[in-house]
C-alpha cells in the first residue's frame, strides 16, 4: 500500500510537472511565428480585399457609423 509521504512526493511531483507544462505552452504560444492564416474573418477580408472591393458593404458597417441607434441611448435622435 501507499505511504502518504509516497503520496505527498508524488502530488508534489505531478503539481509540479503540471506547472512546467503550463509555463512551457505559454512560452511556445507567445514566441509563435505567425502563418498567416488567422480566422475566418481575417480570410473573408483577405479574399475581398484581392477582389478589388474596397469599401465595406453597410451590413459590416457598426450601428453608430451606419446611423443606427446606440446601445444605451435607444432610440436614433430626430432634430
Known amino acids: 500500500m501507499i505511504s502518504d509521504d509516497d503520496l505527498h512526493r508524488l502530488a508534489i511531483f505531478l503539481g509540479s510537472c503540471a506547472m512546467m507544462m503550463i509555463v512551457l505552452y505559454h ?5 509563435a511565428k505567425d ?3 488567422g480566422d475566418a474573418t481575417e480570410v473573408k477580408k483577405s479574399t475581398a480585399a484581392s ?3 474596397v469599401a465595406p458593404s453597410p451590413s459590416t458597417m457598426p450601428a453608430a457609423a451606419a446611423g443606427g441607434s446606440s446601445a444605451i441611448g435607444g432610440e436614433k435622435d430626430s432634430r
Open 27 to 31: 512560452y511556445l504560444d507567445v514566441n
Open 35 to 37: 502563418d498567416g492564416l
Open 51 to 53: 477582389q478589388g472591393s
